[in-house]
C-alpha cells in the first residue's frame, strides 16, 4: 500500500499522505502503475455518462475528455513527450539528443507537435461522444498502455542513473512486478474486447509493435530509457489506441 501511494503521489495530483522513500515501500511501485490508468478511464466513462445525460454537444464533451488526463496527471507524460520531440526532431548524434532531453527550455518542435497531439486528441473524442462501447474499450485502454510501460521500463536499461525513473526502478521487484503486469494486461484486454473486438486487437498489435521499435530506439539513440522517454512512449500510445478506436468502430 506504501508504494501504492508514492505511485500515486508521484503520477498523478490525488492528494496522498507522506511516505517515506526507502526500499521496502518502493519494490511494487510499478505493479501499481497500471492502477493510474484505471483511474483515467473510470473517470472518462463518468463524464461521457455525464455528458450524454445531460445531452451536451459533442465539442464540449471531446474538450473537457482532452483535458482530463492532464488535471489527474498534472500533465507529467505530456513533459516527456515535449522534450522528446525537440531531442528527436533535432536530428542530432546521440550526444545531442541526451543533452536537449535535459535542457529545462522548451523548443519550437515541442509546441509543434503537441499543438498536433491535442488537435488529434480532440478530434477523435468528439467522434466517440454516444458509443459507449468504444469509450469503455479506450478507457481499458488506458490500462493497457501503462501496463506496456511497465514492460517497456522493466526490460530496458535506464539511461539516467540520476533521474526519477532510475530512483523507482532501482528497488524494483522485477518478479511480482512482471506477475501483476501480466494479469493488468489480460484484465484489460478483456475489457477491451468485450466493449469492441476489432479495435482490441488492432490495439494489442500496434502496442507490441511499438514497444518492440521504440525499445530499439530508446538504446540507440539515447542509451536506455528515461523518464522523458516513457512519457512520451505513454502519450503516443495513448494517441494510437484512441484513433485505433475510432477508426476500427467506423469500420464495423
Known amino acids: 500500500m506504501r508504494s501504492l501511494i508514492i505511485a500515486l503521489s508521484v503520477f498523478t495530483r490525488i492528494p496522498m499522505p507522506n511516505v517515506e522513500w526507502k526500499k521496502e515501500n518502493m519494490r511494487y511501485i510499478f505493479c501499481w502503475f497500471p492502477i493510474i490508468g484505471a483511474i483515467l478511464g473510470l473517470s472518462e466513462f ?47 548524434d546521440s550526444e545531442k539528443m541526451i543533452s536537449i532531453l535535459k535542457d529545462p527550455h522548451t523548443g519550437a518542435f515541442a509546441i509543434i507537435y503537441t499543438l498536433v497531439y491535442f488537435i488529434l486528441y480532440f478530434g477523435a473524442f468528439t467522434q466517440l461522444y454516444g458509443n459507449t462501447g468504444g469509450v469503455i474499450c479506450l478507457c481499458a485502454a488506458y490500462v493497457l498502455v501503462r501496463a506496456m510501460t511497465v514492460i517497456l521500463i522493466t526490460s530496458t536499461d535506464i539511461s539516467n542513473s540520476s533521474g526519477l525513473l532510475h530512483s523507482l526502478a532501482e528497488y524494483n521487484s522485477t518478479v511480482v512486478t512482471s506477475i501483476i503486469t501480466v494479469v493488468w494486461i489480460m484484465g484489460s484486454l478483456a475489457a477491451m474486447e468485450m466493449a469492441s473486438v476489432l479495435p482490441a486487437l488492432i490495439s494489442i498489435i500496434a502496442l507490441v509493435l511499438f514497444n518492440i521499435l521504440f525499445r530499439r530506439m530508446a538504446l540507440k539513440k539515447f542509451g536506455g530509457m528515461s523518464g522523458d522517454l516513457a512519457g512520451f512512449f505513454i502519450s503516443v500510445s495513448e494517441l494510437m489506441c484512441i484513433l485505433i478506436t475510432v477508426i476500427g468502430g467506423a469500420l464495423v
Open 46 to 92: 463518468l463524464w461521457h455518462w455525464a455528458a450524454s445525460s445531460l445531452d451536451l454537444g459533442c465539442f464540449i464533451y471531446g474538450a473537457v475528455a482532452t483535458v482530463i488526463p492532464i488535471v489527474i496527471t498534472g500533465g507529467i507524460h505530456i513533459d516527456g513527450f515535449m522534450d522528446t520531440c525537440d531531442a528527436l526532431s533535432s536530428h542530432g
